[in-house]
């Protein structure tokens, strides 16, 4: 299915396979209802070492160079393909991680990186607020620094695997009145006094995932936490989602896939006017679409995650953002035309497809919205005309 992968790569990808189709496939209905943490598939991918995958070699991982993203796109696809929610509780722990894989020092990666690869600790990344979202300059939560250590206030909403992790890379300002200029990026650990979690948030889809507030009380983080240098926080955001962009990607990939795997299960075996439906040329067409839009997404993804891998974050900012942006709206069109194809009975819990419709909107929204994805886009669009304009 995937060109240019390596022995290992191929190896990991069925080995999340396997994990998603014995452990999470028999779980998934029962989290969608009832909500919940799926600690029994966190064991089971921690046993396998795919939380390995995406953490460097000197730090307990496998990578040996490059980011891991490529590696982590494969799990995070192939777990999202049954589940997108319960796939969250790895892909999240990435987003969460790459701030320390990318700017920690040798001791905040070996402290915070290796129980990770181990999988024994799981991370988040907190940077939305009530009024900061898309205008991720707009926070307010506070660090202000006495002596050794830095006191956090304020609180932060939608934090994935919220109160489940234990380390948390969290944006606050250092410096309110520079805005975006003086935020800076900490690393906070669970258990850390003033340090709470607040509501939990009922969701439309990917249910098998946490997502809560956080809040900070004059919670007393060590100065050797922060990541990088007072002020450099919102770079330390940008460079983590455009390294971690291609994940959200992925995990809309295999949303998709998921929902064309039903969709041809279905259509397969159900009779209509004499024959199955799949034997209509109208809904091979159709899937014939869907095949062809799924297939060139993968393609951008993995080509993205690759150039990520070799550390172009920066320079392909714009296309990690064309990544998660195509194979999102992808994912949304693919799980909607699937439940259409199907009809009534996919639309009642019976079948996977509605929760998949449900799981994949999500990927249109978080890590910047799909609105967002294309401003990024337009900003580059801009810098290459004004190169083509001076240049005659
Ligand atoms: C389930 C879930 C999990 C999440 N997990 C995390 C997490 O782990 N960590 C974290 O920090 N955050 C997380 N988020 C937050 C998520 O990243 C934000 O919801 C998202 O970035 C959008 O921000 P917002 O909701 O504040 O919408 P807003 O920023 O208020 O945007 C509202 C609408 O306006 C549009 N808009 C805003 N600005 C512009 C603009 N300049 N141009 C064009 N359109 C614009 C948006 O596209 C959107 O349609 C999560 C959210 C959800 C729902």
Redesign the pocket.
Known sequence: MHYHLTAEQQEMAEKARKIAVEKILPIRKKYDKEGGFPWEVVEALAEAGLFKVFIPEENGGIVREGNGITNMCLVTEELSRICGGIALAYA?TG??AFPIILFGNAEQKQKFLSPIARGEKLA?????EAD????AGAIKTTARKDGDFYYLNGT???????GEADIYTVLALTAQEKGARGASMFIVEKGTEGFEFGRK?D?MG?RG?V?KELIFNDVKVPAENLLGREGLGFIVAMRTFDTSRPGVAAQALGIAQGAIDELLKITYSHEHEGKHLLAHQGIQWKIADMYAELYAARALVYQVASLVDRGKAKEVSHLSAMAKMFASDVAMKISSQALEIVGGEAYTSEMPLEKMMRDAK?TQ????????Q??IIGGHILKEAGKLATKN
Do not use: M, P, V
């Open positions: 999240g987003l969460g988040a990344f907190a940077l939305t900061a979202g898309s205008d932060k909403i939608f934090i994935t695997n919220g948030e969701k990917i995932s997502t999500i929204i978080y890590e910047g919205t799909n609105q967002i294309r401003n």
